[in-house]
């Protein structure tokens, strides 16, 4: 997000590490829009798939429903194998 292409509820997010609250509007900066690489990483994007997200393609915002649980995360993630790499 250091690109400033991102905002949350209208302010331009440039902090990686930014956490999202439940409730809160992620979008795209109106200038950002017609971006090609913004486009090219929004193509692929399939908001159907995750039931804690929503998802306005017309006006390229997106709101956090509620944090997901471990069950709700559709991919196969080894947490343990991410610890063992950490705790090195």
């Known amino acids: 997000v250091s690109h400033r ?3 949350v509820d209208g302010q331009v997010v440039n902090i990686p590490s930014y956490a999202v609250k439940p409730g ?9 829009k017609s971006l090609e690489v913004i486009a090219n990483s929004l193509a692929g994007f399939n908001h159907s798939k995750y039931a804690w997200l929503e998802w ?3 006006s390229k915002v997106g709101k956090l429903l ?23």
């Open 5 to 7: 292409h991102i905002t």
């Open 56 to 58: 306005d393609e017309a």
């Open 66 to 88: 509620h944090i997901p649980e471990r069950a709700d995360i559709p991919e196969n993630i080894k947490e343990h194998l991410i610890v063992e790499l950490y705790s090195k």
């Open 24 to 32: 809160q509007l992620i979008g795209v900066r109106e200038r950002s």
